[in-house]
Structure formats: C-alpha cells, structure tokens
C-alpha cells in the first residue's frame, strides 16, 4: 500500500460503506497508521491509498492513533477559525481553511465498536478533513484558485530550497571524504 498520486480520480469519488465482514479493519489500520507515520502525517483516509473504503485514521503517534470507520457528522460547532492545513496528498502545499472549532460525530472503531462524542479544536479540524476525503473533497476544494496558486508556487520555492540543501549537504560531505582522502595518502 501506497500514497496514490493526487491526480487519482479515486480522490474525487465518495467511498463506498466499509464493510467489516468483508475487510480485516485491524490490518487495515495497522497498514494507514504506517503509511500516515512514515509520511509525517496526523491523518489518512484509505482513498489516499487507493482503497474505496468509509474510513481513516489519525493521531501524532502510532499509540495515539484512532481508526475511524463510516463516519457520520451529526453537527458542527458555531464558532469557527481559520488555520493552516496540509495534506498527504499534496506535499508541501499549505492552504488556510475556514471550519468549525467543533464537530459532533459518530463512529466505529477496528474491532466495531460504537464510538463518538464531541472533538474540538485540532481534532475536529483533523476529522473534517479526512471526512472531507470520504466524500471525495480535497481540501483545494474549499479554497479560490488564487489562494491555490500562491500555496503551489510556495511549495515550489520550499522543494527548490530542499534541493539546494540536499545538493549542499551532498558537496560538504564529498569534501570532508576527499579531504580524509588526502590526510590518508
């Protein structure tokens, strides 16, 4: 299992209802939080991995992680704010998004039990995100082609900036081996 590329259709498709006697939710989970951690991520929906499945996980640890399955939003707080976002799907591409501070869902967990409550803050925004994901909305889609265009050519500029670093790191390194080269002779 992999990141699909952001131009897979599946990102546009609303998923179809995970079906527990059909799928190990244990394994797939195991296998999102793995891909989620070694990615730097807080959350993954299985369409960024090309699975057509109502589900996703998220958390900052593998320990911390939650595995979310067929969701439902049974309402939003009043108060909203705009932060930062980014995706799995579109490195290096951050975008300020509008949500609500709160959400109130419902869900079941890898071995199908009922879960839910009220998330707030960090956790709400994460949850809507990847809900967002189940239905086949990215998060390009909730901002103006402008704002999208000026988080692309920062991206550029950051990946222009990872380049030249790595390029560095790579010139320092085949001086300090040349010059524990000439130390030796």
Request: charged content about 30%; some cysteine; proline content about 2%.
């Amino acid at each position: 299992m992999k990141l699909v590329s952001n131009k897979d259709e599946i990102l546009a498709t609303g998923l179809e209802p995970f079906d527990f006697e059909s799928v190990d939710a244990v394994d797939i989970k195991k296998s999102l939080v793995d891909i989620m951690i070694k990615h730097k991520g807080v959350g993954l929906s299985a369409n960024q991995v090309g699975l057509n499945y109502r589900c996703f996980v998220m958390g900052e640890s593998k320990e911390a992680a939650i595995m979310v399955i067929n969701p439902e939003i049974h309402g939003y707080g009043e108060e909203q704010d705009c932060e930062v976002e980014g995706c799995l799907s579109f490195p290096d591409v951050f975008v300020k998004i509008t949500r609500p501070t709160s959400v109130q869902a419902k869900w079941y967990d890898e071995h199908g039990e009922e879960q839910g409550g009220i998330l707030e803050g960090y956790g709400a925004r994460v949850f809507m995100h990847e809900f967002d994901h189940l239905n086949g909305v990215v998060y390009r889609d909730k901002v103006s082609r402008l704002k999208w265009e000026r988080a692309l050519k920062k991206r550029d500029k950051i990946q222009k900036q990872r380049k030249q670093m790595v390029d560095y790191m790579h010139k320092a390194q085949a001086a300090i081996n040349q010059a524990q080269s000439a130390q030796k002779d």
